[in-house]
Each structure stands twice: as structure tokens, then as C-alpha cells.
């Protein structure tokens, strides 16, 4: 049975991290998650302990990324974002898997570099972020491997800023993680037809940008 708006937002993760976003953007987003009751809300990393505070006694979630969209940031700064966010009260954590080791054919590297992130954060879920449109399925499956083998939570197909994912990709990463890790899948989602096929899928987490999650709801809620 498809689910409802209320069920649905459960599932989502409120987000709003592009480069120009607006702090006024941002408190729109925090307003209309506590609103919604959607599972956490992202924004740009610099107001995360203004999230914090904004966010306190509801069942909202600060969602907070540790990298910028290439992964290149040393595995320190990582990891100590990381610390710092679960700190101030993050539940979870994204981060890029480090791109140029991918494509370097790096693995080690790559799955080090997410280990210490997950090592630094304990018991607190970790999302890895592949960065799908920018790899063919080949790479795909490698990333959704080293990911896994890493020790991370769950794989997330993209951040958006590299275009959005597509319904294969999603194939394959359920291929891959046949249960090990749960998935998220971000990054152009824009309808309801679009969530409901993702869930059959097996997605459990869903980032959509603020603009389109309450739209998203209240469609479910009336269909």
C-alpha cells in the first residue's frame, strides 16, 4: 500500500546545501520540517550548531556533512567534522566518498579514508555518498563495494550538485547491498511517482530539496 504523507516524511531528509543557499532559506526549511516532521534537515555546514539549537525538542534531526562535494578533504578534517558534529548532537553523518581515489583506482585509500570517518563517530550512522552521474556502473558497483567493506551505515547515491541519480543506478547499489548496508537516494528527486518507485525498490531514506519534500507529502496525502 502506498504510503501517506505522514509516513513518507518519516523518511525524508529536508535538505538545502547549495553554494548560495540563504540563511533565511535555511530557517524556511527548519520551519517546514518541524512543520512536516521530517526525519532531519541539511543545510550548509557552517550553520550546523545554529541547526542544532533551532532543531532542540522537536523530532526533527540536525543532518550534517563532513566533506565537500569532491571527498578530497583530508581524512583528519573528516573525521574530526565529523566528531564535532555528533558532538553537537548529530545523529547521523554524510559524507563523498574521496573521488579522485576512485577514479585513481585508489581502493585502499578510499576505503581507509571512510573507515576512520565511521571509527570517529562510533555507533552513529554513517552515509557515504557515491556521486553516481559522474561514474559509469562499473565504478558504481566498486564504490557500493569499498563502501560496505568500510563499515559504513548506508550508501546514498549523490549530494545533487553533480546532477541527479537515475533508477538503474539504484538497481545496481540494491545489487550490491543486498541488505548489508540501507540505501539513500538523493539528488533530482521531484515527484511522487518518482519516491513511490524508489521505495519499491528498497530505498529507506529519501534526501529531497525543501522546495519539493512538502509538496512531495501533501501530494501523497491526497492521492
Same mark, same amino acid.
Given at each position: 500500500?502506498?504510503?501517506?504523507?505522514?509516513?513518507?516524511?518519516?523518511?525524508?531528509?529536508?535538505?538545502?546545501?547549495?553554494?548560495?543557499?540563504?540563511?533565511?532559506?535555511?530557517?524556511?526549511?527548519?520551519?517546514?520540517?518541524?512543520?512536516?516532521?521530517?526525519?532531519?534537515?541539511?543545510?550548509? @555546514?557552517?550553520?550546523?550548531?545554529?541547526?542544532?539549537?533551532?532543531?532542540?525538542?522537536?523530532?526533527?534531526?540536525?543532518?550534517?556533512?563532513?566533506?565537500?562535494?569532491?571527498?578530497?578533504?583530508?581524512?583528519?578534517?573528516?573525521?574530526?567534522?565529523?566528531?564535532?558534529?555528533?558532538?553537537?548532537? @548529530?545523529?547521523?553523518?554524510?559524507?563523498?566518498?574521496?573521488?579522485?581515489?576512485?577514479?585513481?583506482?585508489?581502493?585502499?585509500?578510499?576505503?581507509?579514508?571512510?573507515?576512520?570517518?565511521?571509527?570517529?563517530?562510533?555507533?552513529?550512522?554513517?552515509?557515504?555518498?557515491?556521486?553516481?552521474?559522474?561514474?559509469?556502473?562499473?565504478?558504481?558497483?566498486?564504490?557500493?563495494?569499498?563502501?560496505?567493506?568500510?563499515?559504513?551505515?548506508?550508501?546514498?547515491?549523490?549530494?545533487?550538485?553533480?546532477?541527479?541519480? @537515475?533508477?538503474?543506478?539504484?538497481?545496481?547499489?540494491?545489487?550490491?547491498?543486498?541488505?548489508?548496508?540501507?540505501?539513500?537516494? @538523493?539528488?533530482?528527486?521531484?515527484?511522487?511517482?518518482?519516491?513511490?518507485?524508489?521505495?519499491?525498490?528498497?530505498?529507506?531514506?529519501?534526501?529531497?530539496?525543501?522546495?519539493?519534500?512538502?509538496?512531495?507529502?501533501?501530494?501523497?496525502?491526497?492521492?
Amino acid at each position: 500500500m502506498p504510503l501517506n504523507g505522514k509516513q513518507l516524511a518519516r523518511m525524508i531528509d529536508s535538505t538545502h546545501i547549495a553554494t548560495l543557499a540563504k540563511k533565511e532559506e535555511l530557517d524556511e526549511a527548519i520551519l517546514q520540517a518541524k512543520e512536516m516532521h521530517f526525519f532531519a534537515v541539511n543545510g550548509p @555546514a557552517c550553520y550546523f550548531p545554529y541547526l542544532v539549537e533551532q532543531l532542540e525538542g522537536s523530532d526533527v534531526n540536525p543532518g550534517f556533512g563532513c566533506t565537500r562535494w569532491s571527498g578530497a578533504d583530508p581524512t583528519a578534517c573528516k573525521a574530526y567534522a565529523a566528531k564535532w558534529a555528533v558532538s553537537l548532537g @548529530a545523529k547521523e553523518i554524510d559524507m563523498v566518498m574521496n573521488q579522485s581515489y576512485l577514479v585513481s583506482g585508489l581502493y585502499k585509500e578510499a576505503e581507509e579514508d571512510i573507515r576512520h570517518v565511521k571509527k570517529a563517530i562510533g555507533s552513529h550512522a554513517l552515509k557515504v555518498i557515491i556521486e553516481c552521474p559522474l561514474h559509469d556502473e562499473e565504478r558504481i558497483r566498486k564504490a557500493a563495494e569499498i563502501i560496505i567493506d568500510a563499515g559504513a551505515d548506508c550508501i546514498k547515491t549523490c549530494t545533487g550538485m553533480e546532477g541527479p541519480f @537515475a533508477m538503474r543506478h539504484i538497481e545496481i547499489i540494491s545489487s550490491i547491498a543486498k541488505g548489508r548496508v540501507w540505501i539513500k537516494a @538523493a539528488g533530482g528527486i521531484r515527484d511522487l511517482p518518482t519516491v513511490d518507485r524508489l521505495i519499491d525498490l528498497g530505498v529507506a531514506r529519501l534526501g529531497i530539496n525543501y522546495r519539493s519534500a512538502k509538496y512531495i507529502c501533501e501530494m501523497a496525502n491526497h492521492r
